[in-house]
């Protein structure tokens, strides 16, 4: 058998909504409506307020990730000091 490939799969990727309404919303602007120019949608107020929302969110999210990702040698670091310290 030919053992070419090697490693697991990671599993099915994470479906991004906003990138495919990203996407369909540039189609129909630039298909149905024949305008390829960005600057035709300029957000509202509340939609700014809800993107401040979701990143503050997202920002959350994300540095509990990276604190769990940490974890183990955070613990490994103060271990090291306190045997330093206790001599």
């Given at each position: 058998m030919d053992d070419s490939i090697?490693?697991?799969s990671t599993g099915v990727p994470q479906y991004n909504?906003?990138?495919f309404q990203?996407?369909?919303v540039k189609f129909e602007r630039e298909m149905i409506y024949g305008d390829?120019?960005?600057?035709?949608?300029?957000?509202t107020e509340e939609q700014i307020a809800l993107k401040k929302k979701r990143e503050a969110k997202e920002a959350e999210i994300e540095s509990?990730?990276?604190?769990?990702?940490?974890?183990?040698?955070?613990?490994?670091k103060k271990?090291?000091?306190?045997?330093?310290?206790?001599?």
């Open positions: 090697k490693g697991g909504k906003r990138k990203q996407r369909r390829f120019s960005n600057k035709t949608q300029e957000p509990i990730r990276i604190e769990k990702r940490r974890r183990g040698s955070n613990t490994i271990r090291k000091a306190e045997r330093m310290k206790n001599g």
